[in-house]
């Protein structure tokens, strides 16, 4: 069983809504990321949190608006996407920012776009 | 800059013979390294970790790989395959100052009976 966890498992949405992607960890980490992955794709880092405050953004289009109300939970917010935003979105946790502690990966939130 | 090559797209082994899976990778600096397997419409599970200590790594399920410096190389290895062992395997290594994970493009394991 995975230690973080994401929900949905499964999203299916229209171009005009708003939907959030949840993550939670309760293993005392200090980093959280957001991925996309495509099929037979490695993943795609989006952003980093650091001690709850954004730290990366790779550049990521701002439909995609990314929270963390507190040292556990992680959320993405989505409006107004694009088919090609359909992927399996990852959510991972790591101990501390900045070290070589291996990062702890969800098994996902499968996004399709209509 | 760092990166990772994982030298076979895909990899084909009977159940009972052993698995090689291969990475070299570039780094300016010691690196941290790491192997993650994916099962189909699952995350990423830590296979094994190299932060500069053993060379020989062990990691869960019987999979172990060795650090090679010489040669830039961290290669996966399993003495016997299991049908379980079938997935996509990414090497992975870190970036400079550890903020981000540079992934390889993923080895398809298949195993056949």
């Known amino acids: 069983d995975t230690e973080v966890t994401q929900t949905p498992k499964h999203l299916v949405m229209g171009m005009t809504n708003k939907k959030s992607l949840k993550c939670e960890q309760h293993?005392?980490?200090?980093?959280m990321y957001w991925y996309k992955q495509k099929a037979k794709k490695p993943p795609e880092l989006m952003f980093v949190y650091s001690y709850e405050k954004l730290s990366i953004n790779e550049s990521v289009p701002s439909r995609f608006s990314p929270e963390c109300p507190n040292s556990s939970l992680l959320n993405l917010h989505l409006h107004a996407l694009q088919p090609e935003d359909s992927a399996l979105y990852l959510c991972?946790?790591?101990?501390?920012?900045?070290?070589?502690?291996?990062?702890?990966f969800g098994d996902g939130t499968r996004l399709s776009i209509l | 800059a760092q990166s990772v090559t994982q030298l076979d797209s895909h990899v084909s082994v009977s159940e009972g013979t052993p698995v090689l899976l291969r990475c070299n990778y570039s780094s300016s600096y010691s690196p941290s390294l790491f192997w993650y397997v994916q099962h189909p419409n699952k995350g990423l599970q830590l296979l094994l970790k190299y932060t500069s200590a053993a060379t020989l790594v062990k990691g869960i399920n019987g999979f172990e790989a060795e650090f090679k410096k010489s040669e830039t190389s961290f290669h996966l290895t399993k003495p016997s395959a299991h049908m379980s062992d079938a997935a996509e395997y990414f090497c992975?290594?870190?970036?400079?100052?550890?903020?981000?994970?540079?992934f390889g493009t993923g080895t398809r394991l298949l195993v056949s009976p």
């Open positions: 991972a946790s790591s101990q501390e920012p900045g070290t070589n502690q291996p990062q702890h």
């Open positions: 293993m005392g980490h200090r980093a």
């Open positions: 992975v290594v870190t970036s400079t100052g550890f903020q981000k994970l540079v």
